[in-house]
């Protein structure tokens, strides 16, 4: 039996010992995790905010009633899909608008759901999903299930084409209890090469939760990731320099993006 070769540099991985965090809820980690650490990364995880359902469904639960009134539902986002389904699912109801889920992680949410995704915007943003519907929308009825955070590009460009929307808050977007003390430390020390960031909100948090001023000290010692446009330019609002930036708004494109950045800098 021939010896095992042994492993040349070159041979590596360009995430290889990196050490890379997620700010994400702990709930949606897992693929983002495994993606990074298929790429022989250390994924540590910090959620810098959590998803929670809103604190009043009577306007949800209005809105699901009516469901037959409406031409169109619009989901910007998985966390949007799963807290309407799961309300949805008590009704019962055959009767349902067609439906435009932005991105493949949304279509993906509604798949699971049971539901079809009629329209995917080319753009995974919030003006993609406006130049994927037509310029005229006179006496259209669209429902949009948001966050709390959410923002108002889609109703409003909606509107302004003529549609009737009506918006319902299905989930809120909280900042997180605590931060892992021992990673807080690891960020301290400069033990860790690259910090992700998947929307605006993860990004506002982890400034809140570590302190504008020890973010100014700290900022030099690791690179930011970012998932798309809006968040780098969230990330740059808050005085953050962004390194890497995914081509579309989605996880394995944010780890493509960051595999990408470590290899160019290995040649």
């Not at 699971?112 to 943003?125: N, R, V």
């Not at 005085?239 to 040649?267: H, M, Q, W």
Request: aromatic content about 6%; glycine content about 6%.
């Amino acid at each position: 039996m021939s010896a095992q070769r042994p492993l040349k540099a070159s041979d590596a991985k360009p995430l290889q010992g990196k050490r890379i965090l997620i700010t994400r809820p702990r709930e949606q980690t897992d693929e983002f995790a495994a993606r990074l650490e298929a790429q022989d990364a250390e994924a540590l995880i910090m959620p810098t905010i959590k998803i929670e359902g809103p604190e009043d469904w009577t306007e949800v639960d209005e809105a699901i009633e009516r469901l037959g009134e409406y031409d169109w539902i619009v989901f910007t986002s998985s966390n949007a899909v799963d807290y309407f389904c799961q309300r949805l699912k008590s009704y019962g109801l055959s009767s349902r608008p067609k439906s435009c889920g932005v991105g493949s992680a949304t279509a993906e949410a509604l798949t699971a759901h049971g539901l079809h995704a009629d329209l995917i915007p080319e753009y995974y943003t919030a003006e993609g999903v406006l130049a994927a519907f037509p310029e005229h929308l006179n006496g259209i009825r669209v429902l949009f299930p948001r966050g709390n955070l959410a923002r108002d590009t889609v109703p409003e460009g909606l509107r302004q084409r003529g549609a009737v929307v009506d918006e319902v808050v299905v989930y809120r977007t909280i900042t997180a209890d605590r931060l892992d003390p021992l990673i807080v430390q690891r960020l301290q020390s400069g033990s860790i090469d690259v910090v992700t960031f998947t929307s605006s909100s993860t990004a506002r948090n982890f400034v809140r939760l570590i302190g504008e001023k020890e973010i100014e000290r700290l900022k030099s010692q690791f690179l930011v990731a970012s998932i798309g446009p809006q968040t780098s330019h969230t990330l740059r609002e808050l005085g953050l320099n962004v390194s890497i930036e995914a081509p579309a708004s989605t996880v394995p494109a944010l780890v493509e993006a960051v595999v990408a950045y470590f290899d160019s800098s290995k040649r």
